[in-house]
């Protein structure tokens, strides 16, 4: 597993940040009996900088928490290996890892909502990347019933990293 975090902002992640971002990751596949080696992409931002990314990719000129930019469209839902043709075209040569895609925070959006919400940063941070990967991994929240499937599987993986509510 290789994750690659990038912070383009002036609000330093310390490494205890890190690793658990790596915990989360760990837990977030193996609790979803993910069958291969991932690599992801982690970029903190401003929210200037994903208000910009909001309206260029999304069409909505407003600052968001997160966004996910999966490289595989799984449109029959989660890990359906089965309806791609060319799975290779999604895995790195170097690594022989599958390219899940990229995670887009903002750190000034993390802190608003941690004190917001009445709970830490890191915990902030933690939610945001359970919440991408789920959708990196095919996982949506359009319908009330995908909505209550993810929102129960952000709740397991983040009470086995110790981030609970």
Not at 99 to 117: F, M, N, R, W
Request: glycine share 4%; hydrophobic share 35%; charged share 30%.
């Amino acid at each position: 597993m290789t994750i690659w975090i990038e912070n383009s902002t002036t609000t330093k992640i310390s490494k205890e940040i890190e690793k658990m971002i790596e915990h989360i990751t760990e837990t977030t596949l193996e609790e979803e009996e993910y069958p291969v080696s991932v690599e992801v992409s982690i970029t903190f931002v401003s929210d200037e900088e994903i208000r910009d990314l909001n309206k260029e990719h999304r069409g909505i000129d407003q600052v968001t928490d997160v966004l996910s930019f999966p490289m595989i469209d799984f449109t029959e839902g989660y890990c359906s290996f089965d309806e791609i043709e060319n799975l290779d075209d999604y895995v790195n040569p170097d690594t022989e890892e599958l390219i899940l895609g990229d995670i887009i925070i903002s750190l000034d959006k993390a802190q608003e909502q941690s004190i917001a919400y009445g709970h830490s940063f890191e915990r902030e941070i933690g939610f945001l990347v359970t919440h991408s990967l789920l959708h990196l991994i095919g996982y949506d929240h359009l319908e009330h019933k995908e909505e209550k499937v993810m929102e129960e599987k952000q709740e397991i993986i983040l009470q086995k990293v110790g981030l609970p509510r």
